[in-house]
């Protein structure tokens, strides 16, 4: 086993975390990470400060991004790991997927207005640096007292089927993969036992993942259960695919996704770096 410390799925203020790329990399050094990737929601605008902090306090930093898909009408989030976010095909297609994030929180605004909250709108977009997500209305809802904590704004306003949810289509896993691809990156399917799909259909989602080129499972993550990342290891190995490892942080004020404080792999999972340099 390598002792290095890897966590692969992280946010910054370019997307909903709350530290800022250069704030994000200086916490991973004083938790002992060694590699880290931000992923921020459809943006890579956290790059080159994170870059350069990262070689500032000497770590590796992996340039990555999550990228939103809607695959059979279900949100799906896929992390890319090592790409060059120069590439302009994967910079055309986040520049669609922040307009569709803006539009849809500007309909999300217009739910709350017309359950007579009209100021929540104005609240998330003063709580996010860049495009504004359900993440800025869940937080700026826990700031005015309307609810207590993040998880009750998701369950009472945000989540499917609640009041102020608003369906998007987002990109499609073959343009996702493809723009990954394009850029020199691999594919990884975040936090996959938290999709809500029968077996047979998850199934049939990692074969078309796999047919697409998709590299590997985020085996290990914040929001897995031991038996969960065991479950995960299995579908990765029966699908020929490499496991991952991420905390998804998003804030230090977030007690159960710590940064770089991550159960290790299940016993033989092929990592998602094996071939790394
Ligand atoms: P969005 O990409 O704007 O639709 O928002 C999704 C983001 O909201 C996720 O990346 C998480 O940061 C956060 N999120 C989603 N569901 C929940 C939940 N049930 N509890 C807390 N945060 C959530
Ligand atoms: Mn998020
Ligand atoms: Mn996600
Ligand atoms: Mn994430």
């Given at each position: ?8 799925h992280?946010h910054?203020?370019?997307s909903d ?22 992923t921020d929601h459809d ?21 990555g991004i999550e990228i939103s898909v809607s695959w059979?009408?279900r949100l799906i989030h896929v992390v890319g ?16 997927l ?35 997500g ?36 987002w990109a499609?896993l073959?343009?996702a ?10 594919a990884v399917v975040a936090h996959p036992?938290r999709y ?9 989602f990692?074969?078309?993942f ?7 499972l985020e085996?290990?993550c914040?929001s ?22 991420g905390?998804d ?29």
């Amino acid at each position: 086993m390598s002792s290095i410390c890897y966590d692969l799925h992280s946010h910054s203020t370019a997307s909903d975390g709350v530290l800022s790329p250069a704030a994000l990399v200086r916490l991973a050094a004083e938790n002992g990470v060694d590699v880290l990737a931000l992923t921020d929601h459809d943006s890579t605008d956290g790059h080159a400060e994170a870059a350069a902090t990262a070689d500032e306090v000497g770590i590796h930093f992996v340039p990555g991004i999550e990228i939103s898909v809607s695959w059979r009408k279900r949100l799906i989030h896929v992390v890319g790991l090592g790409i060059d976010g120069n590439f302009t095909e994967l910079q055309q297609g986040l520049v669609h997927l922040r307009i569709k994030r803006q539009q849809r929180a500007e309909a999300i605004g217009a739910r709350f207005e017309k359950i007579g909250m009209p100021d929540v709108y104005a609240g998330a977009c003063a709580l996010a640096g860049g495009v504004v997500g359900r993440l800025h209305f869940a937080m700026y809802l826990v700031e005015q007292g309307e609810v207590r904590d993040i998880q009750q704004a998701f369950k009472k306003y945000l989540l499917k089927g609640k009041r102020c949810y608003v369906p998007c289509e987002w990109a499609s896993l073959e343009d996702a993969l493809g723009w990954i691809h394009g850029a020199g990156g691999q594919a990884v399917v975040a936090h996959p036992a938290r999709y809500k799909m029968s077996r047979t259909l998850f199934r049939e989602f990692l074969v078309d993942f796999k047919a697409l080129g998709g590299a590997a499972l985020e085996v290990a993550c914040s929001s897995h259960s031991a038996e969960e990342a065991c479950l995960m290891a299995n579908y990765a190995d029966e699908l020929g695919l490499l496991a991952s490892v991420g905390s998804d942080f998003h804030s230090p004020h977030n007690s159960w996704a710590k940064l770089g404080q991550l159960h290790p792999l299940p016993e033989g999972c092929l990592p998602v770096w094996q071939d790394w340099k």
